[in-house]
């Protein structure tokens, strides 16, 4: 049986925003759904970007953003990868990164970012 190891970077705080992120390991099977949550309560940031980092890699490539309610997604990870979340409103926000079936390939640390919307 195949283990693939994520992690997730567990919270980050730039200009006075935390922004935390959950699981921050899992170790899963080829095969598996896989989700990864992000959240953070400044009401007035509606975009939330998600950033691989493969083993032994120093760069952070960009799977995409969620903007509002709108997903943008990388060519390269269209295939495997989508978003869900709603950014609107006056609320905390919460999104999420979800990996649709597990490989090899996917193991990396995940990053979630927050900015406002331009």
């Known amino acids: 049986m195949n283990w ?3 992690f997730s970077w567990l919270a ?3 200009l006075g925003l ?4 959950s699981h921050s390991d899992l170790i899963k099977k080829a095969g598996d759904k896989v989700q990864i949550f992000c959240s953070h309560e400044k009401t007035d940031y509606r975009v939330i970007l998600w950033y691989q ?4 890699d120093t760069a952070m490539k960009l799977i995409g953003y969620l903007h509002y309610q709108n997903p943008s997604i990388e060519d390269a990870y269209k295939k495997d990868f989508g978003m869900s ?12 990164l979800i990996i649709q079936t597990l490989e090899q390939s996917h193991t990396a640390v995940y990053y979630c970012a927050a900015r406002e919307a331009q």
């Open 4 to 6: 693939i190891i994520i």
């Open 12 to 14: 980050g705080l730039s």
């Open 18 to 21: 935390e922004v935390h992120q």
């Open 53 to 56: 980092q493969s083993p032994g």
């Open 85 to 96: 979340g709603d950014l609107g409103g006056n609320t905390a926000k919460n999104a999420s």
